[in-house]
């Protein structure tokens, strides 16, 4: 520390110890503050000072070459601090705190040196003793920030901040804005008056002019696409005009032009025929600049914009997590609301919603630069309806439903017209009220919002007959004529039934199910009527008295069907010999007339078989009728056939008159031939037995069946034009070893007369 004590000498007053040749000095501080001054906080003490009385600070750059010196003589700052320390030459007066400017040099210096020095000579360049600090280093950096792009009053408004030491000696400040999709300078302004950032001088304390470092600048949209890589920088520049002399900060791209432009429909509604409503998305960066968001209504049919309204964007999230590269995607949803005129849309034209975002907010952004996006097209064609009721009643068709139409824009009147095979027999207008769940299933559909109605359309239900059907028309003419659009209803049955037990019994027939009609409104008689399919000739009828049974379950069914849920019935009866051994049509009838006749509406069953397994005689009208001994089967002395045997039954044209000779049995026919003796002759399988039927038919053209054909009992077999028909019956199905038994009365051949009467009943 100080030397020796003991030679001492007393100099201005201070007593200090002239044995110590040290030098020593601290900068305690030393910063470049906001205006380009370094600011120093120090001391300097040494012997050598005494017979110097100058004192200076010395300012070096890098290269040691001399920036700027500061006489601070007479400045001395009390330091006894130091003289507590070093018993040296005005140690306790070696203290400086000075500012020195260092402006007009930061541009190209990285770091300075400060020196303090004591000299004799009052420029301070002789008989000196200097004291060199640590080098001082000068931020070089060339800091900034974009804070904000955007596009005001259709202009683009750039704010930010550029800091930095090497802005010294360059007084002229541009903002210059490039598009290196072209490669050319869009244009450039001066900033004329920096804007106070306190903040940067807070954050970066060491570069000159960091307090004024801010700015906002605006640029003319001409000549600007934002869908180009556009590039801001900023410039300090020597020259007036930023050409010469400059240092330059580049952004972030200000736009990449490279954007992403998605969008979707969500919905289109329709639905309540006064406004169209629509939402969805449309992402794309370049509305952060282009950010007046316009939504178009355009008739891609009548190539023309219909109507456009300005939107404002709300969150969407899911698309947000959908396209994380595109910035402005969670903000980019939007509801329009377009309120119609009845002039706006027409039938049959295809729409599209355009999206777009526009530097302006005229009109419908068109005038600005501008991003479009055409979204998913919709054309005024459709339309829909359903019947959620029908019922037939005395007065008329209750009818209850929905029926919407885009048509229905210009065809405002709205009719129920109810069809009878074809035929109009009435109409309603209704005047449609509010279904939302229709609004809510068909939103695109004109006016699906007011779309239900539930009227009673009135006519006498006896008037339908076939098939019934209901139009649902919107037309421009008040009493349902006119440019009509027309939907059809399903065709409904206006007469309809079910046979549902026909049970045939030995003695009895039960038939019973139900039978609705329109046509019943005014025939109060119901008949069962049993008609041969093979005549086509009424056997039998009989009134059905057990009626309107209760039919809950046609009721929902069958409702479109006047008395449906009451149109059940049975009947039960001794079975007639008339129907015995026939295929028959039952047909249901409802009749105005006691007897079962007059006007009527009639249902017909299948073909019903009544005991077609059973037995029957060939002629039927006759029956079993009268047989002479050698006509029957068996022995009979007196007789002249051979062991006087007769292997048949005769059926004599006398005793059993008529032409026709009916099947006996139901079976196949597997035989037909001609053979002396036996003349042209028939031969069917039942299964069991074969029947063989000859000798009364004298030519092939007098058979009516075929072989294979497959027959029922009472069929005809053929015309019988000789004195009689034979009839054979044999358990063997071979027929020519049969054959060789016709003499035999071994029991080949069988007796027709038993079996035909023991299988009259089964």
Known sequence: MAGSQTNSTVLNNSTYNQNDHGNYAYLDHAALDNEGQLNVVGWHATNEAANRPYHYLIVLNQNRQEIIRKNITGQNVARPDVQAVYDVYSAGQSGFAARLNLSGSLKDTNSVTVISRYAGDVGGNFNYIDYWFAPVIIDQTNRGWLENASVKNNRLELSGWNA????????????????????????????????????????????????????VVHFNLTGIDFNHQLQVLSRYAGDPAGNANYVDFYYQPLTTGNYTNLGWLDSVNLSDGKHLLVNGWHADDVSRFENQHFIILFDDTANRQVAAVRVTNIDRPDVQRAYQNIVTAGRSGFNADFALTADQ????????????????????????????????????????????????????????????????????????????DGREIARKAVNLKPRPDVAKASPTMFNSLNSGFETTVNFNPAIVTGKLQVILRFTNDPVGNGDASDQYSSSYASNDGWFEHIDVSPKVIYVSGWHASDQSANKPYQYLIFIDTRTGRELYRQRVLDINRERGDLASRRPYILNSDHSGYQLGFNLPASLDHHTVRIIHRFTDDINGNGNYVDLTSEPVKIHDDRWAWPFPAIGRGRFDFDQLFGVHPGNRRINSFHDGLDFGAYDHPGSTVQAIHSGTIVRIGYAKGLEHYVVEDTGEYLIIYQEGFLSPNNIAVRVGQKINVGDPIGIRNNDHVHIGITRQHNFWLAEGSAYSNDGTWLDPLVIISNGLNG
């Open 164 to 215: 930095t030491n090497r802005a010294a000696g360059r007084p002229y400040h541009y903002v210059i804005l490039l598009d290196r999709t072209t490669g050319r300078e869009i244009g450039r302004q001066l900033v004329t008056a920096g804007i106070e950032r306190p903040d940067l001088v807070r954050a970066y304390p060491g570069v000159a002019g960091a307090g004024q470092a801010g700015f």
């Open 345 to 420: 849309l027409c039938v049959g034209h295809t729409y599209s919603i355009v999206s777009r975002y526009s530097t302006s907010s005229d009109g419908n952004g068109g005038t600005g630069q501008c991003t479009d996006i055409w979204l998913k097209a919709f054309t005024l064609n459709q339309q829909n309806c359903y019947l959620d009721s029908i019922k037939m009643q005395q007065d008329g068709l209750q009818v209850a439903g929905w029926m919407t139409s885009d048509y229905s824009l210009d065809r405002p009147y709205a009719f129920i017209i109810v069809l009878a």
